[in-house]
């Protein structure tokens, strides 16, 4: 019986050794136990290990962690910076961070110091947390299969000096950035240097620059999101094979505003998408074969403004719905072609009954070429001057793009 009951215990410590050398060991952070501090934790912890963190403010910098640990927060703790320095630095593998809150990362001027810094490593998480006051939130760099999950940023910059961005990616692939909110920063996400990367269902408001900008960074979708009241909603430049669809860009009004700027891209799509409210909804520039296909333009200052150095543009079965200016360009000459959008200002017939427009409806109106040349004369938008020049070019064309035309109006918006 004595035995027995020896080999029993014997087979349960040997289970229980396996299991803590797979899973490792669980470490718990106290303000009054063993380890009162993230860092004295980290500096204990093995591979595998899970770091505990209990409620309360831990007045920490300059941490790292070096090795592949999850990191989690019971009751959401805070980690304050105290306007000290960067919080965390992660430079392993596999490290989970969730359920806690992390504060006060002053500006710098030399370093772009960051509360969560994930440098040179792989296949981290940074889920379910809480940043505020900080200058760079979440910085990721070279970098490759990390994700950033339901975190919810706030900012308070009033500057573009003095401000970083919610979300940061430099030189990294395959990252998932998806259901995060993300207010006050510089821009809401920034990427440069990132392949095959997803951003989805995310909102990003009320950011002084960008809900999202970014620059050399191919084969990236971005879809679901909400870009509200940004400086500006969205800049995409130097780059090709970008799929952006089921997007909202609104509110982004001013002088030099738009929902989304497209600048020296190639091979991409703009699809599904809302623009409302918006400054210039599309401003294109130097942009090659990208596709406007099924999107909605309402009460937008300029739907589109395309430049003539744009070839081989497509936009197609589009709807613009009672924006002030459909499209504008700089010159009678376009290599993009329309065709088969909804236009509320069209004011032709269709005796035919197939659903399309008898007459070519031509987007570019007369007094948005003279707003072009001489901004000052927007403040006759609403006189009857101005429906008097529509209405005489309509009759006999001579000043407006003879190849920007929609030869197929649809007489119903697309729903």
């Not at 669809?245 to 738009?258: E, I, M």
Request: glycine residues 6%.
């Amino acid at each position: 019986m004595k035995r027995i009951t020896l080999i029993f215990i014997a087979s349960l410590l040997a289970v229980t050794l396996n299991s803590a050398l797979v899973h490792g060991a669980v470490l718990c952070v106290q303000p009054t136990g063993e380890l009162q501090s993230l860092r004295a934790a980290l500096l204990k912890a093995n591979d595998n290990d899970t770091i505990l963190v209990a409620s309360g403010t831990y007045c920490e910098w300059n941490l790292i962690a070096a090795k592949s640990v999850t990191i989690l927060g019971e009751d959401w703790p805070t980690i304050d910076a105290s306007e000290k320095g960067p919080i965390l630095e992660v430079t392993a593998p596999n490290v989970h961070i969730s359920g806690i809150i992390f504060c006060n990362v002053p500006v710098s001027h030399i370093k772009e110091h960051a509360a969560i810094l994930v440098s040179s490593t792989q296949e981290c998480e940074i889920s379910n947390n809480r940043f505020r006051g900080n200058f760079f939130a979440i910085y990721l760099a070279n970098s490759q299969r990390c994700q950033i999950i339901d975190n919810e940023v706030r900012g308070t910059s009033t500057d573009l000096t003095n401000s970083g961005n919610a979300i940061h990616l430099w030189k990294s692939r395959d990252i998932t950035i998806t259901g995060n909110i993300l207010r006050g920063h510089r821009d809401g996400i920034y990427l440069e240097f990132v392949k095959h990367s997803l951003i989805t269902d995310n909102q990003s408001e009320q950011n002084l620059r960008y809900g999202l900008h970014f620059m050399f960074s191919d084969s990236c979708r971005y879809e679901n999101n909400q870009f509200v009241g940004n400086g500006s909603g969205v800049a995409v430049m130097y780059t090709t094979s970008v799929n952006m669809s089921d997007n909202t860009f609104a509110d982004s009004w001013g002088g030099a505003a738009y929902g989304l700027l497209l600048k020296d891209i190639k091979d991409s799509r703009v699809a599904n998408n809302l623009f409302s409210g918006n400054s210039v909804a599309i401003n294109m520039e130097g942009s090659d074969r990208v596709r406007i296909d099924s999107n909605k333009f309402v009460s937008n200052g300029w739907a589109i403004k395309i430049m003539a150095n744009c070839v081989g543009g497509q936009i197609k079965n589009n709807s613009f719905i009672d924006n002030t200016f459909q499209v504008a360009t700089n010159s009678r000459q376009t290599f993009s072609t329309f065709e088969a959008n909804y236009w509320s200002a069209y004011r032709g017939f269709d005796l035919d009954r197939d659903g399309f427009g008898d007459e070519p409806f031509r987007p570019v109106s007369l007094y948005s070429l003279l707003v072009e040349s001489e901004p000052p004369t927007l403040i006759l938008v609403r006189s009857l001057l101005v429906d008097l020049l529509d209405l005489a070019e309509r009759v006999m064309p001579t000043l407006t793009p003879e190849a920007l035309v929609d030869a197929k109006p649809r007489m119903r918006p697309i729903i």
